[in-house]
């Protein structure tokens, strides 16, 4: 049964022969990548998880067609038709069989099917705060995301950050016309619709644990002084003896006084599990950082890095941190967070400009060709290739259908542009691209 179509695509019901396909889908690297679901699901879980979507109110679970033909996923959990909130999740499976518009459709169904046919008033949605794409890509649909406190989920044998992110249908509401009109959709194109019509509710989202970072009190400087002295700390630093009471006690409540140093203590739940310190002024910060020794080589490290650039309101600031030759684990982290790597005599030190974004609205207009093709390469596709202005886009794995939305959110939020999707799809170049910004 189709339960919601636009164009040639469709949400329909899943089947029993669909099974296998899905399979394939669920536990192929890419998919799997970006699922906050942990390990290869085998054929029997597989068959269990269909049992139990198949009857359970507060599920909805489709298969993504277009002419019929099975190319996606979309799945509704969590629904709660009293308080009328979901959450959910959508993937294309046959990347390489698919039109190059089938994932702008499947973002747009998703929201529309949730506030308009479902009659949801909220939908939300946890991302990887590592996928940059999906969550600029939500933001363009109107999603708001906090960034602030985050959840973390064990993914392949480590913690990841993951931001929880809201839809309202009021905001959804004004924001439909518009994104319609960039991706020109016809908003009456969606008959025939049946409204599914089971009843439930509760979210369940145990699976997430709460982390976020707080500034630190003076009720910190016992723990503070536990963590200080830990031997790995000491010998990572540039001063390694260990550091008495009096010392600790005296550095900390100047600290906690000075206009120029932030000191937050990283929680899991109600746990301290690690502190990181910005010093300096302007715009350039000194970061320093360490996790409790019980909770190391878990990622918590890479998340408190990521959590401390959200806290960074400011433009343009450089956040730098030194790191001894023989620290691998920092240097790990540091790497992975995209930080510029320099080697000085006794350490490296990285470097990275946050909320850089910003300027780039400002100086939209004069952006460059050389910085449009960075733009491209860097925050679009994502890709090794080296792009020119006469570069084929049909020649590009990675110009795709999320490549072409995440195209036209960029020139809607950076550049001020209502770009339209056919010419965004028309265009043969990126030559042709760049018109389209000016
Ligand atoms: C640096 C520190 C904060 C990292 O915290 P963490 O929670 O272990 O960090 P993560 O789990 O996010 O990542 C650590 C990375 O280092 C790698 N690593 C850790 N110890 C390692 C070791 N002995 N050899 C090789 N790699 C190591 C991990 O494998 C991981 O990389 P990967 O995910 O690519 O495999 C932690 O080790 C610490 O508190 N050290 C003492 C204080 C310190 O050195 N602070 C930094 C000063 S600049």
Redesign the pocket.
């Known amino acids: 049964m189709i339960y919601f179509s636009m164009g040639a695509y469709a949400f329909r019901e899943i089947r029993e022969d669909d099974l296998p396909l899905l399979l394939e889908w669920r536990n192929s690297p890419f998919i799997h990548a970006k699922m906050l679901t942990n390990h290869k699901i085998t054929w029997e879980e597989h068959l269990n998880w269909f049992r139990r979507i198949s009857g359970a109110p507060t599920r909805l679970h489709f298969m993504f067609t277009c002419n019929g033909q099975p190319i996606g996923y979309k799945g509704y959990s969590d629904v709660d038709f009293e308080a009328r909130t979901c959450s959910g999740g959508s993937y294309i499976g046959e990347l390489d069989n698919c039109p190059k518009d089938a994932g702008i459709y499947l973002f747009f169904m998703s929201v529309e099917y949730a506030f308009t046919k479902l009659g949801m008033e909220r939908f939300e949605i946890d991302v990887f705060a590592s996928n940059k794409k999906a969550l600029r890509l939500d933001s363009f649909m109107g999603y708001e995301f906090d960034k602030i406190n985050g959840y973390c989920v064990t993914k392949d044998g480590?913690q990841k950050l993951v931001y929880h992110g809201v839809l309202t249908k009021e905001k959804w509401m004004t924001r439909r016309v518009d994104v319609a009109e960039m991706l020109q959709f016809d908003l009456d194109d969606g008959a025939p619709n049946v409204i599914a019509s089971t009843m439930g509710g509760g979210r369940r989202r145990q699976h997430l644990k709460k982390i976020f970072l707080r500034r630190a009190v003076p009720e910190d400087l016992m723990i503070l002084y536990r963590w200080v002295n830990?031997p790995?700390?000491r010998a990572?630093?540039f001063h390694s003896e260990p550091v008495s009471f009096e010392e600790h006690h005296g550095w900390f409540f100047e600290k906690l006084n000075d206009p120029n140093e932030a000191i937050y203590i990283l929680m899991l739940e109600d746990n301290p599990i690690?502190q990181v310190r910005l010093s300096g002024r302007q715009e350039r910060l000194m970061v320093?950082?360490?996790?409790d020794v019980k909770?190391?080589?878990?990622?918590?490290?890479?998340?408190?890095l990521q959590l401390i650039e959200e806290r960074i309101f400011d433009e343009d600031i450089t956040l730098i941190?030194?790191?001894?030759k023989n620290?691998?684990?920092?240097q790990?982290?540091f790497r992975?967070l995209d930080y510029v790597e320099c080697e000085l005599d006794d350490c490296f030190e990285y470097r990275k400009v946050v909320n850089r974004r910003s300027k780039i609205i400002l100086e939209a207009d004069n952006m460059n060709e050389q910085e449009f093709l960075t733009k491209m390469k860097e925050d679009i596709l994502d890709t090794e290739d080296k792009l020119t202005m006469g570069t084929a886009l049909d020649e590009l794995e990675d110009w795709d259908s999320l490549a072409i939305v995440d195209f036209i959110a960029m020139a809607n939020s950076v550049c001020g542009k209502k770009v339209k999707r056919t010419d965004v799809t028309g265009a043969k170049t990126f030559a042709d691209l760049y018109a389209l910004l000016k």
């Open positions: 480590k830990e790995s700390v990572n630093s690690g320093s950082y360490s996790i909770h190391r080589r878990q990622g918590f490290g890479t998340i408190i941190g030194r790191v001894k620290n691998v684990a920092s790990a982290v992975r």
